[in-house]
């Protein structure tokens, strides 16, 4: 049975900003930022692009009153072949290549009633370590989204506690796979883990026929019932998505990371699915091409999600 229109679920939704997620894109994939990425540094600054990101990502979460954790995480940067096909032009380096370290940044919310149940929101924040690319689409859109879900929650008294974790999935090994490693380790119960990877990114014909469309993936049971939830939320709030489920038939991605952890609960909202960038791994994917109004009404109808399965 569907549920009615909460009240204050509709004044947090209403109060989620497609401008402020605009302005944090282009920061990060414009303006102060060209891209995020452990291998370069912007001439005459002494910190490379991926530090420089996590700076201005922890800034704004402690503006919003948010202690901010850094996690550790040795990585490579992928090397470049253009042999191989187009948008995979990335190989996986050579053991002598240098290491970096990356970090996990964490932001928690502690629950009111069910502290160690967690609820978790991921987005990879650095773009591309093989080719100079802004890395707009994939994935500052879902930086921007989660950072404003995190603004607009951060005086809200959840139930659950609520964890944001801006990872790193363009360097080798991904991050996020610490994270839910760690999630393990500390036996938390996450009743529900949502990956936001390029929310609203879609092909150009359907950007610019104004499609506004959120595909929520899912490989596990748990995951459909999150999936069918993103739905619900689109239509009790009106939302105007063209929403729907997609099995996703292989586990990668930062979900795969905690599929593959023991956590089933895990749904990906992204804009197209097979991904219908045209740019996707290329210099081309630029702020100038972003639905920041679709990526916005991702964010509201993953923000009802979590705020909804909070008080289930």
Known sequence: MHQSKDEIIQQLIDDVSEERIRRTLFALARDPLPRRT????????????????DDLIAAELQQCGYAVE????????YRCNRDKPLHHWYDSPAPDDPYYTAYNLYANKQGSRYPNEFIVLIAHKDSQSWIACPGANDNAIGTASIMELARVLAGYNSERSMRWLFCN????PWT????AAGSKARGEKLIGVFNLDG????SDEDTANHRLVNIS???TPEGKILADLMAEMNEVYQLGLEQRAEAKTYINDDDGSYIKAGFPHVTANIGSWPYADPQYHLEGDVPERTDTRNACLS???????VLTLDRR
């Open 38 to 53: 452990l291998n370069y540094t912007l001439p005459g600054h002494d910190r490379c692009t991926l530090y420089e990101a």
């Open 70 to 77: 850094r996690e550790p995480c040795r990585v490579q940067a």
């Open 169 to 172: 999935e363009e360097h080798s």
């Open 176 to 179: 996020s796979e610490v994270a």
């Open 199 to 202: 929310v609203g990114v879609k």
């Open 217 to 219: 993936l899912y490989s």
């Open 299 to 305: 964010a509201r109808a993953t923000l009802a999600a």
